[in-house]
């Protein structure tokens, strides 16, 4: 991802080696001493004890912390690089946006893709540049190469902020002097016809003939995501992440209270209600492109031997991710709508439907498989669907149904006039 001509030199860090209190090796007495730096430039012989104890090392930390609280100018340079390049700043900022910018879990969010798409202009103008003189007119410089790109207003604006963002990081840990940081934020944002810079379309509700048009284009388990996202208005990432675990279904109307949204990062909690309408649109999803074995009575989960016959069942009944779920005594399953579903997994799996419409393109064979057409199957196939869509593979595959339709490019937003 980083290719430049110019390579890092030496230490990308700005900070310098900071002395600290010296713990000397084991003495013939046992005990355990640390030497500290004094006033006079000189050291400070101080006893710890047992050498090795938990008392010693536990004061040795007390003593190593109160000496770094005693002489902050110490812990790191106060005077920044000034042979620091736009290179190696942006490439620190990186490591710092792979680290931050996470969801809970851990998973990367969309705001990693965005800063290094921001960044990349900058990197291919001004990579060799030195960052202490990077100014308002080369980040101008850097917008009108984006104007160039045709990038609509409103996304050269927000990517410039990132570009302001980075150096507000790097100023904070003292690789460039704050004056730089100052400086570009003198540079306003584009403003609506006062630039060659393209307008972004209005985003608007879908309307409800153009949504129906399309639904019969749409692959099984798309049509669902977005059937499902008419009657509750969820956004495009909860309806791709959404759980059994996470759905509250106590009380008639179900709950959905996501994990994973857009300000989670702020402590905030989301409750998305799913009524009978949501709920019907998931009970037909989960019955699967085959029916369930006919006559099943209830399982019990915890018993391997009930669930063993459970799964010889919707084996025959060529449900076979039902059947490998119950085989599998590791995982907790829960039986809903007669489809067995794992509270832990996406409720929304291409991996899984893709298994379902083998099974039934199976089920519904007239001829017998002949070995040149098993020889044909790949092992090991390089790409497999994923355990879940994302916003944009959603909206890829939204756009290609409209397509198809005949109407105009949609994106997966609420739709006019939804209600349950």
């Keep these: 991802m980083w290719r ?17 209190p010296q713990l000397l090796p084991p003495q013939a007495t046992g005990r355990a001493y640390v030497r500290i730096p004094n006033e006079g430039g000189g050291r400070t012989t101080v006893d710890l004890w047992a050498y090795g104890s938990a008392a010693s090392r536990a004061e040795y930390a007390r003593l190593v912390a109160d000496y770094q609280v005693s002489h902050p100018t110490q812990a ?4 920044p690089k000034r042979d620091l390049r736009i290179n190696e700043l942006l490439l620190q900022f990186w490591r710092h946006a792979e680290n931050h910018y996470r969801h809970l879990d851990g998973s990367p969010t969309t705001e990693q893709n965005e800063i290094r798409l921001s960044i990349r202009p900058v990197r ?3 990579g060799d540049t030195y960052a202490a003189e990077f100014g308002p007119r080369r980040l101008a410089a850097v917008r009108d190469q984006m104007i160039r790109n045709r990038w609509c207003r409103i996304l050269i604006n927000r990517r410039i902020d990132r570009v302001k963002r980075a150096f507000k990081w790097a100023t904070a840990e003292e690789l460039v002097p704050v004056s730089v940081y100052q400086a570009l934020r003198t540079l306003g944002g584009l403003q609506v016809g006062r630039t060659s810079a393209p307008e972004s379309a209005k985003i608007e509700p879908v309307p409800l003939d153009q949504y129906t048009a399309t639904l019969p284009h749409l692959p099984r388990l798309v049509r669902a995501m977005a059937e499902l996202q008419r009657w509750t208005g969820m956004r495009p ?3 791709c992440r959404l759980t059994l675990s996470e759905l ?8 959905y209270r996501p994990a994973h949204h857009k300000t989670a990062h702020r402590g905030k909690r989301r409750s998305v209600a799913i009524g009978p309408k949501g709920q019907a649109v998931l009970f037909a999803f989960l019955a699967g492109r085959m ?3 006919e006559g099943i009575r209830p399982v019990d989960l915890a018993d391997p031997a009930d669930r063993a016959v459970a ?9 076979p991710v039902d059947e490998a779920l119950l085989r599998d005594m590791t995982r907790p399953v829960v039986v809903i709508g007669g489809c067995v579903v794992d509270p832990e997994g996406y409720m929304f799996n291409p991996l899984r439907d893709r298994e379902e419409r083998f099974a039934e393109m199976r089920s519904k064979r007239k001829s017998k498989v002949t070995p040149c057409q098993i020889s044909r199957r790949t ?23 409209c397509r198809k339709a005949g109407n105009p490019s949609l994106e997966p937003v609420p739709i006019e006039e939804q209600s349950d």
């Design 291 to 293: 029916p369930a074995p």
């Design 76 to 79: 790191a340079s106060t005077t």
């Design 4 to 20: 430049s001509s110019t390579p890092f030199h030496g230490c990308l860090h700005a900070a310098t080696e900071q002395p600290r």
């Design 311 to 319: 799964a010889d069942r919707f084996g025959r009944a060529w449900r």
């Design 379 to 401: 092992k090991c196939p390089e790409r497999l669907p994923a355990e879940r869509y994302d916003p944009h593979s959603y909206a890829t595959a939204v756009t290609r149904a």
């Design 124 to 126: 291919t103008l001004f």
């Design 237 to 239: 990432g909860e309806v």
């Design 248 to 255: 509250d279904r106590s009380n008639p109307v179900w709950v």
